[in-house]
Structures are given as C-alpha cells and as structure tokens.
C-alpha cells in the first residue's frame, strides 16, 4: 500500500487502517431467537462476581476478564462462545482474544444493559 504525500505540517493525509475486527457482533434479539429455536448457546460473562451478584444473564458462565486466560480450558472449542459484560467492552476484548486463540467468538452488542432494553419481559436492571 502506498504512503500518503505529507501534508504542509508534514502529517500524513489519508484513511488509517485499523483492522479488521476478528470477531462477529450480535444482538439480544439474535441470541434470544437462537435460544428459542433450541440452540445451545455458550454465554460467557466476562464481568466481575460483584456484577453479577447485582444482575446476571438467564443463561450462561461467568469468568472475569482477568481470569480468562488461566480458565480458558473451561471453554468449548466445538461451538461458537457469545461474549457478554455489561455494556460491550469488556466482551470485546475478550473476543478478539478468543478468536486469536482460535476459538469462535461473538460479542454481545451493548451488553447486559441492551439485553434488559431489549428484553420483552423485563425482570431487573443490570445497573
């Protein structure tokens, strides 16, 4: 790929590439659909136990991102893992690092908070 002329102040112009995302994103409404037709989908909660002491997911395995390395064997490596926290961030994180490692990732879009906004029947808010 070619370098872009410098600008006056000697910056360079042109678009900044930043990657591609190693991971799909998917949404509360695509998880709860797969739910309903009978899949079983691996829900992993990256936040930490006082978060999900406040509100947890109706489905799915916590391990905070800072113990995911030394707990990843605990994940399935034969179907897809849908990454949550509480806003997406976190998830993010951890899907990228999941899909480096090989593993089939999602991040849940938004979180838990888009997961109780979304929610037809809503129970609690996660905060």
């Given at each position: 790929?070619?370098?872009a002329a410098p600008?006056?102040?000697g910056a360079r112009a042109g678009p900044v590439s930043l990657g591609a995302m190693s991971y799909s994103e998917v949404t509360p409404g695509?998880?709860?659909e797969r739910l309903a037709k009978g899949e079983d989908?691996?829900?992993?909660?990256?936040?930490?136990p006082d978060e999900?002491?406040?509100?947890?997911?109706?489905?799915?395995?916590?391990?905070?991102l800072g113990q995911?390395?030394?707990r990843v064997d605990e994940l399935p490596?034969?179907?897809?893992?849908?990454?949550?926290?509480?806003?997406?961030?976190?998830?993010?994180?951890?899907?990228t690092a999941l899909s480096d490692a090989g593993y089939t990732a999602e991040n849940l879009a938004g979180g838990a908070v888009a997961w109780v906004a979304s929610d037809?029947?809503?129970?609690s808010d996660p905060g």
């Open positions: 790929m070619a370098k600008t006056e102040n695509e998880v709860r989908v691996f829900l992993l909660d990256v936040r930490e999900v002491a406040e509100w947890a997911y109706p489905i799915g395995v916590n391990i905070p995911l390395g030394a490596r034969d179907r897809t893992i849908v990454v949550a926290c509480h806003v997406g961030g976190r998830s993010a994180q951890a899907a037809p029947e809503p129970e």
